[in-house]
């Protein structure tokens, strides 16, 4: 795929997938709307909102910075443009930390009924995991009962909610060096609910009116979410689900089926989308969907519960985000079971236009034009099997003349959790720090992160990954980047090919993608996680290491929240979408400067897949020379493409 | 002629025209980059605020014909556009008399450091220039496009005021009982609350009884205006589909 950069947005293109676009054609033909069509009746947007320099934060205001200096410098309350950056960046990061931290909140929660055996519809399915991350936080295990133990743990993690604890239980995993200088720096986090109480304090009129304070505060904040709730949300899932380990799923519009009863899980939490799995098995629904004409029921996945059910379960993958309304265009679909976050609302309007049932099961995500069935875990198995009939009922109202399923569905390896991964090099991470040191692998990035209408869906996704890996760097993928990278056929074994020749004879050797499929998006902190085992087992501190995070078409405030955990983590990381901060050329400069003389890492912004890739490249070099290994100079460091004749090479 | 028309009762002082302008009138035309060039990018719409809260009034040169300004300029550096429809102003030529703003009936000219005919620094008068190169691309104005609630809008100057004639003529005889579905209804309430709906409503309704003569006229064969967006013409074809 050469495709000549055209300043991010594939001009004309939206997408660069054949499904996408077949069903993007199709909606318009339709005159059905999509999330193109709203970006369009949007543009331009705003930009005092683009910049961050409005600030809606109190009744004196809303206030407005002029960036061109003719206008207001200071808001009614007198804060600067620096000062309302930073708040509304704070805020953001709340909001993003807030909610990977309260679908931990509702694991864990469920985690405890379940061990207090309140109800019957979980289990735990990894108990050797369980017995380590009790060990691990101080709950004591010798000689007791797995639900004592279960119990107790769920107390412990409960306790990392408030602020009764010092620092959370996870912040122990870091390398000594790095919890020195979080603490050096006033931001370990110490407990998920308080750092974001606290943001939402500071940020009120008249608190912290000091942005170099505030953003400290936002590295706390965000840290609570990769080190507290999103870790919280990752280990419990995988005692209660169990710890994925590799398993070979498909993906695109073509895992639907034109003759099943076809249900897409849609949203984040795995609470309701394995009940829902199990339902799909019960003989009297089969037989039901049977009694209608359907050949039996088809479990299929959209964004990250997509990525939960394809991690430990390899379920099908449909899509990732921009990819929600275009599945109910198919028409095939019986029912979009929705849970919560990034479930857009307009997946109602489009279904409307279909047979297709959305169902919202959280109470704390309700959609107008839905059918509503509470989703209580203590029901679990009850209320799955009450959703999956509402679907199975829905396929005798499926119109089979107006069913298109565009392609054929490709294949995609998933399910590298860190223990998978340790798995795979033999119970330690020394194989992966040889061929690093060895300079066949040159380091890892994480290319995370969601997909964003304004520019072609999934394209810096897919050329930044294949643009690594070919420059022998290890890619962890997590969320719509690994649906992405799927669907480009960059994830099985045999795209080794893709890949350098020093990554292409390691992924050989262990029969391993060069593109590893971590998880959902809360599965960010497996990242964090192995990054932290690596400085580990060297003795240095995480900033030292050859290694990147990239999030090429974030849209989300969780997306915010995750690059500021990672770079607070030690992680350089780029974005290639602009975030809202720069109207405040101070903000600016510490975000993509002064911060790394702090934390040791920083973050940059950068459209062009070839050119962040050029950018990952130097800064891996540069942190390989750093310690003492082999690397290649600045000025060696070029992209060895100019693939197609004629086109001028990328800059 | 093809103008900005002004609807001040739709402003709800967002300043996006502001921001718009000021970024069409840079040399990157990117916000992030704009506010970091030098000379800063200007901007030549200037929203005031009203006498209460929640109004205000997005100013900007009306292009008059004569010009004042061009009129009382020392040094010829205001002229009019070749196709006549447009005031500009050559900034090499612009001693920063203010001679022009003086006599302004709008007071839309302001004066910013720039390179003019005093040296570098020296003050320039800056005002609309109707984003004549938008224009020449078959864009509207800049200010136009980033309004969302129509306070701003482009066309022929006689059609723009004709709908909003047009609107005013709705809701007055909406006030007075009149409905399209119901007919008079005899409830002087109702008739107001369709007063305030009717004045309330972009151009719909007025688009509808616009197209409907538009129409008549054709048959007649003469046409009022000229103008011929694909708005109307979209309008048109759903009118005909309905009936």
């Known amino acids: 795929m050469s495709t000549t950069y055209d300043g991010g947005r594939q001009l004309g293109r939206l997408t660069i997938h054949d499904d996408a676009q077949q069903m993007i054609d199709r909606a318009r033909e339709e005159g059905i709307e999509t999330v193109w069509d709203r970006l369009h009746a949007q543009e331009p947007q705003c930009g005092y909102c683009q910049l961050g320099l409005s600030c809606r934060n109190c009744a004196m205001g809303p206030c407005r910075v002029d960036p061109f200096g003719e206008g207001p410098q200071r808001g009614v309350c007198g804060a600067d443009a620096d000062v309302i950056v930073a708040r509304n960046l704070g805020r953001t990061i709340a909001a993003g930390a807030s909610s990977h931290s309260d679908h931990g909140r509702d694991i864990l929660e469920v985690f405890g009924e379940m061990a207090r055996g309140e109800t019957s519809s979980y289990r735990v399915t990894d108990e050797a995991k369980l017995r380590r991350i009790a060990d691990e936080v101080g709950v004591a295990t010798e000689g007791r009962d797995t639900k004592d133990v279960a119990i107790d743990l769920a107390d412990e993690l409960m306790a990392n909610y408030g602020s009764a604890k010092g620092s959370l239980s996870f912040v122990g995993r870091l390398p000594q060096l790095r919890r020195e200088k979080w603490a050096g720096l006033g931001i370990t986090p110490r407990g998920i609910d308080r750092e974001n109480v606290e943001m939402m304090h500071r940020t009120h009129m008249g608190v912290d009116n000091d942005y170099v304070n505030l953003l400290l505060h936002g590295l706390r904040t965000a840290l609570a979410d990769g080190w507290g709730g999103s870790m919280i949300a990752t280990e419990l899932s995988d005692i209660m689900f169990g710890t994925p380990s590799p398993v070979t799923s498909e993906v695109n519009l073509g895992v639907l089926s034109t003759d099943q009863v076809n249900i897409a899980m849609h949203g984040h939490n795995p609470l309701l989308s394995d009940v829902i799995l199990a339902a799909a098995q019960d003989p009297e629904l089969l037989e039901l969907a049977r009694s209608f004409g359907a050949t039996g029921i088809n479990i299929v996945g959209l964004c990250c519960t997509g990525n939960e059910l394809l991690m430990r379960k390899g379920v099908h993958m449909a899509g990732n985000h921009l990819m929600q309304e275009l599945v109910l265009v198919t028409g095939a679909l019986e029912a979009m079971v929705v849970d919560y976050q990034c479930i857009m609302p307009s997946v109602v309007d489009v279904a409307k236009c279909y047979h297709t049932q959305v169902i919202s099961t959280s109470d704390k995500a309700k959609f107008p034009g839905a059918t509503h069935v509470s989703f209580d875990p203590r029901r679990g198995a009850e209320i799955a099997r009450e959703i999956v009939r509402i679907a199975v009922e829905a396929y005798p109202n499926r119109n089979h003349d107006r069913v298109r399923i565009p392609v054929a569905p490709v294949k995609m390896m998933g399910g590298f959790s860190v223990e998978a991964i340790l798995g795979a090099l033999g119970g330690t991470p020394q194989p992966l720090i040889d061929a690093i040191v060895a300079g066949s692998i040159r380091g890892a990035v994480a290319v995370v992160g969601c997909n964003n209408p304004k520019l072609a869906q999934d394209f810096e996704h897919i050329e930044l990954t294949r643009k690594l890996i070919e420059n022998d760097i290890l890619v962890l993928v997590t969320g719509c980047a690994a649906v992405a990278n799927g669907k480009a056929g960059q994830m099985m074994p045999d795209s080794a090919d893709l890949a350098g020749p020093g990554l292409r004879a390691v992924c050989r050797s262990l029969g391993i993608p060069p593109v590893l499929h971590m998880g959902s998006c809360v599965d960010n902190s497996r990242i964090m996680q192995l990054a932290a085992a690596l400085a580990n087992a060297l003795g240095v501190d995480i900033d030292s290491l050859p290694l990147a995070g990239a999030a090429p078409e974030w849209y989300s405030e969780k997306a915010v929240a995750i690059g500021a955990y990672v770079v607070a983590s030690g992680i350089t990381t780029v974005l290639g979408v602009q975030p809202p901060i720069f109207g405040s050329a101070n903000v600016v400069s510490l975000l993509a400067g002064g911060l790394d003389d702090v934390v040791g890492a920083k973050f940059a912004v950068e459209p062009d897949p070839y050119k962040a890739a050029l950018l990952i490249r130097g800064h891996i070099e540069s942190k390989r020379q750093g310690l003492g290994l082999t690397f290649i100079a600045p000025a060696d460091i070029r992209d060895a493409e100019p693939a197609v004749a004629g086109a001028s090479s990328q800059g | ?243």
């Open chain 2, 1 to 243: 002629m093809q103008t900005v028309f002004i609807n001040p009762e739709r402003c709800i002082g967002c300043l996006q025209c502001e921001i718009a302008c000021a970024v069409e009138h840079s040399t990157s035309r990117d916000l992030a980059q704009a506010f970091h060039e030098r000379p800063l990018p200007r901007k030549r719409v200037h929203v005031e605020p009203g006498p209460v809260a929640t109004t205000s009034f997005p100013n900007k040169c009306r292009h008059c014909d004569p010009a004042p300004c061009q009129r009382v300029c020392p040094t010829g550096a205001i002229s009019r556009d070749a196709g006549g429809d447009l005031v500009l102003i050559d900034p090499a030529r612009c001693i920063g008399c203010a001679m022009c703003a003086v006599v302004c009936p709008f007071d839309v000219v302001t004066f910013h450091p720039l390179a003019g005919a005093l040296g570098p620094d020296s003050l320039v008068a800056v005002k609309c220039d109707g984003c004549k190169e938008r224009l020449d691309r078959g864009e509207v104005p800049a200010c136009v496009e980033s309004c969302k609630v129509d306070a701003l809008v482009f066309g022929d100057l006689n059609e723009l005021i004709a709908k909003g004639r047009l609107r005013e003529s709705n809701a007055v005889l909406s006030a007075a009982g009149f409905s399209a579905t119901a007919g008079p209804s005899g409830d002087p309430l109702a008739g107001w609350r369709a007063f305030g709906i009717a004045r309330a409503t972009v151009d719909d309704a007025a688009q509808d009884v616009w197209n409907r003569r538009r129409r008549e006229a054709a048959r007649v064969g003469a046409q009022p205006g000229n103008g011929n967006d694909s708005k109307e013409n979209n309008g048109a074809t759903r009118e005909e589909g309905a009936s």
